[in-house]
């Protein structure tokens, strides 16, 4: 005959299932995080909730909340990102630019086909460099704002973009995979006549919200045959592979890091592919790389 409880060892227990419940929650979480990190392959996600910006990892539709910075990885602290045993539904946080980089190093004319959509440039010798500001940045589903001062077109153009892992000074192209974290997308959004007009192009790509990255940073790729694409509205507007990068990430680290020194959550764009065009306000942009992920923006004028 089973045995009554009784209803005082009855509340007690619903109070241990109550306790422990979260307790296993976290267990099962930190599972998950270590899993990933073990695997090396991993989608980095910088977010915001409850009104708290903080990093976690990617895993199905679940974010696993985390402590630090993911830049420990690659300095030799990996205790120094890790999980704090929180989770979070995807749909419930507002993911965010997956890094804040002192500066974009971004490369013009990279893919033949882009060089040739310019008839007065002829592809370069050497990776030719020009920078971003870090207030161009924003992140996935984010606005992009055309200027109430541009005078042309404003162009989407899909790249490739390393993520910088650690503090890299004169690395050798052997050397240049220890110095990245991963890879998103990128949107290197240009005002074409200012770039035409001026001779040099930071007025056409630095105004503000012309950097959008996302929507994660996915570690443990490579990045020498990837699908890249752009689609507004759904339809697609560039399509090509990074095999077609005139140069290659290695090169272009060590090439830039011999100029100036790269920081963690810094970013080199590689470079787009042949198909710019332009965008308006009301449209939806996007840039899909195989492996990664798709980074969406809206695109508005500016009130």
């Known amino acids: ?92 946080v507002k993911l965010l630019a997956p890094c804040l980089p002192s500066k974009i190093v971004a490369i013009g004319l990279n893919y033949h086909a882009h060089a040739q959509e310019f008839s007065e440039f002829t592809p370069p010798k050497e990776p030719l460099i020009f920078l971003k500001p870090s207030t161009c940045v924003i992140g996935p589903d984010d606005t992009i704002i055309i ?13 490739l973009a390393v993520v910088i892992g650690k ?16 890879y998103t997308c990128a949107n290197d959004v240009t005002e074409r006549v200012y770039q035409k007009e001026d001779g040099q192009w930071t007025r056409a790509k630095g105004f503000d919200t012309f950097g959008p990255l996302g929507p994660w940073i996915v570690t ?16 697609v507007k560039q399509s090509s592979n990074t095999s077609n ?31 710019i065009g332009r965008i308006n306000p009301g449209d939806v942009v996007e840039v899909k790389i195989e492996k990664v992920g798709t980074l969406r923006n809206h695109v508005a004028a500016a009130e």
Do not use: W
């Open 1 to 92: 005959m089973p045995h009554d409880l009784g209803d005082s060892a009855k509340v007690r227990n619903r109070h241990i299932l109550v306790i422990a419940s979260p307790l296993v929650d976290g267990i099962i979480d930190r599972l998950r995080f270590e899993r990933l990190q073990s695997k090396r392959y991993m989608k980095i996600v910088r977010f915001a909730t409850e009104g708290k910006v903080k990093y976690g990892v990617l895993d199905g539709n679940t974010v696993l909340g985390a402590r630090g910075r993911p830049y420990a990885l690659l300095q030799g602290q990996g205790a120094g990102f890790k999980t704090d045993s929180t989770s979070y539904k995807l749909k419930e």
């Open 147 to 159: 200027p109430k001062s541009s005078v042309g077109r404003v162009d989407y153009e899909c790249e």
């Open 167 to 182: 503090k890299a000074k004169d690395v050798t192209e052997d050397k240049a995979n220890d110095y990245i974290l991963g």
């Open 220 to 235: 443990g790729i490579a990045a020498d045959n990837l699908k890249i694409e752009t689609y507004v509205n759904g339809q």
């Open 245 to 275: 990068l005139i140069f290659g990430v290695p090169r272009l680290l060590s090439f830039i890091s011999r100029v100036m020194t790269l920081l963690p959550g810094d970013v080199i764009s590689t470079g787009t592919p042949g198909g």
